[in-house]
């Protein structure tokens, strides 16, 4: 191997870097399927950025109100806001990883400062740190406007805390990945993310019912003692909030607005402080993956193997649960195994249970705590049933990412392929039909039970809807498998045509569901919805029988894309 001293420099090395990366990128919409992926981005993208508009302009014209009208003590919690914008985006879309993967740079002679400067301008346009660093600049703005000769300052002290919070993600998310090799902590840290996360949904939910107007006394006392209770709890945490790098940064621009340059010092120098911090604890770990640290799940080998236990004479008596299963009628042996293994997968892993369980605790949260049992008449069951739904159809279009390098086991096995997808389906449906079982329960306990033909119309639509998203789920994945790692916090993202057809296939589902009961109510025949949801899920059921016919051949004949795309490694 060449010495360093032989190396390109580390400007040549990042530009090779970009363009590879670059290449990447492009090359991905030429292979077959990236014209809809392109189509979609088309679709997507400007969704996005109109939903993006409202935390930017929202963080200049507060910042503008908060210094024009010399109100510096709410700056905190502006800035505050931005930085829990950056940690909401980055948990919601950063936990799924970009195709490319940094880790296979180091295959090849590279300097360290070039490496760990790759892995801090990588990732520079993803959604949370365009968003929330435009936010920041948007105040800026807002701070130059109110008060010009701010601006500068302002600007510098902005731009520290930007790369602060920027430093604190890239070395959380690098120590995330180190304690996600381990399943133990991976489940753990999971579990207890989740607590916080649906401890965080409750408080919310209750501290804001949606019952602004108080009726009685009673209402309007306990509303004063929860704001007051909300007071208390923002005072006490203020002197924690102020001594990290948003409040510093407000004291910073404080004091600068007060012609006190010299006390902006000081806080300022603590911002850079924990911007070192970050970086240092960062390029710590990041130093161990560059000289070939590695982590898995595996465990150690031993220094002497175990002895060899001595076979019985007799066969075991025992059954696995793979032949408990399977001796169930009607149900063969490679159903019995593909939902055993499908249940364990779920069963073992953190990120695969939050999605089922968040669902139907937000279900409970916002149907019990925000009055909406009292408001939303009949459409209070369909509704939440559609939310329950939306969030539980994702998967329904990669349900082979799971498995990764595992897939060749379907092509070398016996087995028919159709058997495996029947199998996921069969364990995707039995979860779906709990989480609607126990929405259904919730719902009708806070609210009053709807008729019997809005029932049957309700939930044979649900299972219309169902059979739509499996079908077509079951062919996206098929034509575009991503890999799913579930060692790493950062896991592979769906393709952003999946997540187009999925939210347009319940969109017009949906819209179908509506009209269908409008024009039953319009002609006052309430029965008119059991017939036609009936029909059509029948026609869905075989389409669905059909078409898995089907994917059986086109499976076989994708084979080595499904494997070379589930293989990456």
């Given at each position: ?25 492009l090359?991905?919409f ?6 809809g ?9 400007p ?8 935390p930017?302009v ?29 940690t909401?985006l ?5 936990a ?5 993967d940094?880790?296979m ?8 400062s070039t ?14 740190t ?12 807002g ?21 602060t919070?920027?430093?604190?993600f ?13 399943r133990?902590t991976?489940?753990?840290i999971m579990?207890?993310?989740f607590?916080?996360m ?15 107007k108080?009726?009685t ?11 007051g209770?909300?007071?208390r ?5 203020a002197?924690?909030l ?27 120098l ?8 970050f970086?240092?604890?960062?390029a ?31 066969p ?7 032949q ?10 490679v ?18 249970l ?12 916002i149907?019990?705590?925000?009055g ?7 459409w209070?069951?369909p ?10 159809t994702?998967?329904m279009y990669?349900?082979?990412?799971i ?7 379907y092509?070398l ?12 389906n ?11 079982l ?11 039970t ?7 119309s ?13 079908t ?28 187009l057809?999925?939210l347009?296939?319940l969109?017009?589902c ?43 051949q086109i499976a076989?004949?994708r ?11």
């Amino acid at each position: 191997m060449a010495g360093l001293e032989n190396l390109p420099t580390a400007r040549q090395q990042l530009t090779a870097i970009a363009w590879l990366r670059s290449r990447l990128f492009l090359n991905n919409f030429r292979r077959k399927g990236g014209k809809g992926e392109v189509i979609a981005r088309i679709f997507l993208y400007p969704l996005f950025a109109l939903l993006a508009i409202f935390p930017i302009v929202g963080a200049g014209v507060g910042a503008f109100f908060i210094v024009s009208r010399n109100r510096f003590d709410f700056l905190p919690y502006l800035l505050w806001a931005i930085a829990f914008l950056w940690t909401t985006l980055t948990i919601s879309t950063q936990a799924q990883a970009p195709s490319f993967d940094l880790g296979m740079l180091i295959r090849f002679p590279l300097r360290f400062s070039t490496y760990l400067a790759t892995r801090l301008l990588f990732g520079l346009l993803d959604v949370p740190t365009v968003v929330s660093s435009l936010s920041l600049f948007a105040a800026t703005i807002g701070i130059g406007i109110a008060r010009p000769e701010l601006f500068p300052a302002a600007a510098l002290v902005l731009l520290l805390l930007d790369l602060t919070i920027l430093f604190f993600f890239r070395m959380i998310f690098l120590w995330f990945e180190r304690l996600f090799a381990q399943r133990k902590t991976r489940e753990l840290i999971m579990g207890l993310f989740f607590v916080g996360m649906l401890a965080f949904q409750y408080v919310n939910v209750t501290v804001n019912s949606g019952n602004h107007k108080a009726s009685t006394p009673a209402e309007q006392a306990h509303h004063t003692r929860r704001i007051g209770i909300a007071m208390r709890a923002a005072h006490a945490a203020a002197p924690v909030l102020n001594a990290l790098p948003p409040g510093l940064a407000a004291t910073a621009i404080r004091d600068l607005a007060a012609r006190k340059p010299t006390q902006a010092i000081l806080p300022t120098l603590g911002i850079c402080a924990f911007a070192a911090a970050f970086l240092g604890i960062f390029a710590r770990r990041l130093r161990g993956e560059f000289h070939g640290e590695s982590f898995s799940e595996t465990a150690a080998p031993a220094a002497t193997p175990p002895p060899i236990a001595a076979v019985p004479s007799s066969p075991s008596l025992t059954l696995t649960p793979t032949q408990t299963l399977s001796s169930t009628p009607r149900l063969s042996p490679v159903l019995a195994a593909c939902m055993i293994k499908e249940i364990r997968y779920i069963t073992r892993s953190g990120p695969l249970l939050i999605p089922l369980i968040a669902p139907v605790f937000m279900a409970f949260i916002i149907v019990t705590r925000s009055g909406l049992a009292n408001h939303s008449g009949p459409w209070l069951l369909p509704a939440t049933l559609a939310y329950v739904l939306l969030a539980l159809t994702a998967n329904m279009y990669n349900i082979l990412g799971i498995d990764g390098v595992g897939v060749q086991l379907y092509f070398l096995a016996p087995i028919r392929f159709s058997d495996v997808i029947l199998a996921k389906n069969l364990v995707g449906l039995a979860l779906i039909a709990v989480e609607v079982l126990i929405t259904s329960a919730i719902v009708l306990s806070t609210s009053a039970t709807p008729d019997l033909p809005s029932l049957l119309s309700t939930y044979l639509w649900l299972a219309f809807t169902l059979l739509i998203s499996l079908t077509l789920g079951n062919i996206r994945s098929i034509y575009s498998p991503r890999l799913i790692d579930l060692s790493k916090f950062r896991r592979s993202r769906q393709g952003q045509l999946n997540v187009l057809i999925g939210l347009l296939i319940l969109i017009l589902c949906a819209a179908l569901g509506a009209a269908v009961l409008y024009l039953a109510s319009h002609i006052h025949q309430p029965w008119l919805p059991v017939p036609v949801f009936a029909l059509l899920t029948a026609l869905a059921g075989i389409f669905y029988r059909l078409n898995l016919d089907h994917l059986e051949q086109i499976a076989l004949d994708r084979r080595e894309i499904i494997s070379s795309e589930l293989c990456k490694t």
